[in-house]
């Protein structure tokens, strides 16, 4: 699984001032869901990123607002 990291994306949406809200309505899901999507309890879509990439941040890239890393089970 890849889990997305998205500290680069909240520093970004504080220095232009946008909020989990307007990220939500972007993308059109609820706030709930949003919250899940930024805590890592679920996942990302591709098309998402980059909705919210093109309207809020234009000039960054994808890898920069959603870092990401390969996650594995440990084998115990």
């Known amino acids: 699984m890849v889990a997305i990291k998205c500290n ?3 520093a970004e949406m504080k220095r232009i001032g946008v909020s ?3 990220i939500a309505e ?3 899901v ?3 869901t949003i919250h899940s999507r930024f805590n890592g309890e679920s996942e990302w879509l591709y098309i998402e990123c980059i909705k919210i990439r093109d309207k809020f941040f234009p000039k960054l890239e994808l890898d920069y607002l959603f870092a990401s890393e390969e996650t594995g089970k440990e084998n115990n």
């Open 26 to 28: 972007c993308i059109d």
């Open 30 to 32: 609820s706030y709930r």
């Open 8 to 10: 680069n994306l909240e």
């Open 20 to 22: 989990r809200s307007e």
